[in-house]
């Protein structure tokens, strides 16, 4: 019984480190996904038919294939293809980055959408353009509404975090198993993993919670659901 | 009309505390054979309450309940083949969503008294006739008007052969032009001999139908007596004063003869 | 330039077995997920102070840790206090606790979406709790549940390919084998996704006939 504490207190820095990279893999995947969504978002709500079009075909493909598909095709294939030598991480980072922005598009979209046309027209009224309109008027009740819907967000894409074991790259689940062969102790190893990824999850998600309940606007019905 | 009945129902002593209030202090009376008791009272006096604790879908703190001489309360019998014999019809109708008429009224045959699938079928189509609905036998629950599934309702009852049914203010949730078919039902069970207790604002209902009416508030009976009796000539103050307010709210009289 | 043969005659086959194991596998794990979401969700709203918190526990775990994590836990992990499983089976395994663990979410927040009329109505006619519990609470809780486990269903379709990452030669693991013997990565991850796209689009006209076939008037 000692081995397997002893086990894990060895263990714990280096997987620790492991879990650095995996915030940081979040963070950066999470960033891409909001800088791509919100104008992927304006795209399909006020854009013209052929960008709305091009957009739904980008969502279908990035929501429709396994995570671990797209890593493969990408990490793989597509970089190599494209002549781009990128680490495990970076590539890491654009995969998880581009299937979120589809998530988190859709996301938005259902944001701006549930807002009604009444607000555009207002903004349109006063002499706005649509782009200034969607900036100044839409985006930031829609970014409040969609608050819910990102905090699972989160947790999913921290938990897709774990399959880029799969390319190597040396965040917790690819410590985790290295260290779990060299020691024999897979079980005690594995679960502190999951222990480590439960704080993240729990933890992730508490704090994004106080950030809704910071920015919340008075008379605003968020529909709060159940996320992990 | 007073022969000597033998008692259905007897409550005896009821008390039920929710937190610090006293829903209930101290109800008895008991309903004899054939007979109707009507109660009446303002809301928040209790009334539904007391028929839950005829059924024990809640259990009262203290006090007795018995129905045709077996104890229902502090008993190690099954308190569901009780409620076989004690009917309820809520407020709210309550029928299974998931079920069409006819199912809603068989299920109870099929699922709790273990009859044949046949057997069930004719009984509910029977009570479904009772109620003037044979033609809505398919129809689910959505696609009735409240008066049809209240008076499903009664059918699902009914079907149950129960010894008494309680009403809990049956039409409060209809709207008006609905509210007749469902007491012309009610009325038809009376006649027939059921015995009932019935919770209600319908005093025109009441007065026609009522071999004794129990005026309630606050916890507490606080007038009971034939119909003819309470409506006109009432003992207590209280009783005149929430007559008087309900006359006013029904724009009839309670105190014309 | 051989590029349609290769598809056909090199990397079809074994993708096409690999897809045979896919198949296995979520014949197997989506009805048994269902069934596990149903009775951790029963547990978790009927059961007792005990099995309520055990239930609730479950679910905190297996919704709060990546599939894969419990995936190596079951493969890797138990061997080692005595209890074997092979890659087919520890992957079967770990896709019936997950989606169960999401699939009780759903069903619980149904269930407790019931008026609790209907409950006392069932009682007031003499049926046990038990009773009511299976034939008024859960056709009705069922119904309401099937978008959310629809869509969870879809999600077992997509990370049954994590499958490959306890060594199951399923869909992707194939592709990953072929792939990597004639370095052709992206037409092979290409056509693998393609299948998987057809795997969703079939599953997911399954799941909507089925919902058109219990559809009940007023009951949404």
């Known amino acids: 019984m000692t081995e397997n504490f002893l086990s894990i207190y060895e263990a714990l820095p280096y997987l620790l480190r492991g879990s650095l990279v995996t915030i940081g893999l979040v963070g950066g995947a999470l960033a891409l996904g909001l800088t791509l969504g919100i104008p992927m978002a304006i795209g399909q709500v006020y854009g013209n038919k052929y960008s709305a079009g091009l957009i739904s075909f980008y969502v279908w493909f990035f929501r429709g294939l396994p995570v671990l598909v797209l890593l493969f095709l990408f990490y793989f294939g597509l970089f190599a293809v494209l002549g781009l030598d990128l680490s495990a991480f970076t590539a890491a980072i654009l995969v998880l980055g581009l299937r979120s922005a589809a998530y988190q598009s859709q996301i938005f979209r259902g944001a701006m959408q549930s807002l009604g046309e009444g607000q555009m027209l207002a903004a349109l009224s006063l002499g706005m353009s649509k782009a200034k309109a969607a900036w100044h008027i839409i985006l930031p009740q829609a970014l409040r509404i969609s608050l819910p819907g990102w905090s699972n967000e989160y947790s999913i894409i921290l938990k897709d975090s774990a399959v880029t074991y799969a390319i190597g790259l040396m965040e917790i689940m690819t410590r985790g198993k290295f260290i779990a062969t060299r020691t024999f102790k897979p079980m005690p190893i594995f679960l502190t993993c999951a222990l480590i990824f439960l704080i993240l999850t729990y933890g992730g998600v508490k704090f994004l919670n106080l950030l809704e309940k910071k920015v919340r606007i008075p008379g605003y019905g968020t529909e709060r659901e159940e996320s992990y | ?257 | 330039m051989n590029g349609i043969y290769f598809i056909k005659d090199i990397v079809l086959p074994p993708l096409l077995e690999g897809t045979w194991v896919t198949i296995k596998l979520l014949v197997l794990s989506i009805p048994l997920g269902l069934l596990l979401g149903i009775l951790i969700a029963g547990g978790r709203v009927y059961g007792n102070k005990i099995i309520s918190f055990l239930c609730a526990g479950f679910t905190v775990f297996f919704r709060g840790t990546p599939l894969l994590v419990q995936l190596f836990v079951i493969y890797y992990g138990l061997p080692s206090i005595g209890v074997y499983f092979s890659p087919f089976a520890a992957a079967v395994v770990g896709f019936v606790l997950c989606s169960g663990a999401y699939h009780s979410e759903y069903i619980r927040g149904a269930i407790q979406s019931i008026k609790s009329g209907q409950m006392m109505a069932a009682q007031a006619l003499g049926m046990s709790k038990f009773k009511a519990i299976i034939y008024i609470i859960f056709p009705q809780a069922l119904r309401r549940a099937l978008p959310g486990c629809s869509n969870e269903i879809v999600y077992l379709v997509k990370y049954s390919s994590l499958a490959f990452m306890v060594t199951c030669i399923e869909l992707t693991g194939a592709g990953k084998i072929v792939a990597t013997r004639y370095f052709r990565y992206t037409e092979v991850f290409l056509v693998i996704g393609i299948i998987y796209l057809l795997l969703v689009s079939v599953v997911t006209k399954i799941l909507s006939m089925v919902e058109k076939k219990l559809k009940i008037p007023g009951l949404e």
Not at chain 2, 15 to 25: F, M, P, S, T
Not at chain 2, 96 to 113: S, T
Not at chain 2, 170 to 176: K, R
């Open chain 2, 1 to 257: 009309m007073q022969k000597d009945k033998a008692i259905v129902l007897r409550v005896e002593d009821i008390y039920k505390k929710y937190g610090n209030v006293e829903v209930l202090r101290g109800i008895s009376f008991e309903v004899k054979k054939g007979e109707t008791k009507v109660i009446i009272g303002p809301s928040g006096s209790g009334k539904s309450t007391l028929l839950r604790c005829i059924n024990q879908l809640t259990i009262p703190d203290k006090g007795r309940i018995w129905l045709e001489n077996e104890e229902v309360t502090h008993t190690r019998k099954n308190i569901n083949q009780f409620r076989q014999k004690i009917g309820m019809v809520f407020q709210d109708f309550n029928l299974f969503d998931h079920l069409n008429a006819l199912r809603n009224v068989e299920i109870g045959l099929i699922k709790v008294k273990s009859m044949g699938k046949d057997e069930a079928r004719q009984k509910a189509i029977e009570e479904l006739k009772q109620v003037g609905l044979e033609e809505q036998a398919h129809l689910y629950p959505a696609q009735l008007s409240g008066g049809q599934k209240q008076r499903v309702s009664i059918a699902r009852t009914l079907a149950m052969d129960p010894s008494v049914i309680l009403f809990d203010e049956p039409t409060s949730a209809l709207d008006p032009e609905l509210i007749g078919e469902v007491l012309e039902v009610i009325k038809k069970l009376a006649l027939n001999g059921m015995t009932m207790a019935v919770v209600t604002h319908e005093m025109g209902f009441a007065r026609s139908v009522a071999n004794e009416v129990i005026f309630m508030e606050d916890g507490k009976i606080i007038d009971q007596g034939p119909p003819r009796k309470l409506f006109t000539n009432p003992e207590h103050a209280r009783t005149r004063k929430f007559l008087y307010k309900i006359a006013e709210l029904y724009g009839r009289s309670a105190e014309k003869k």
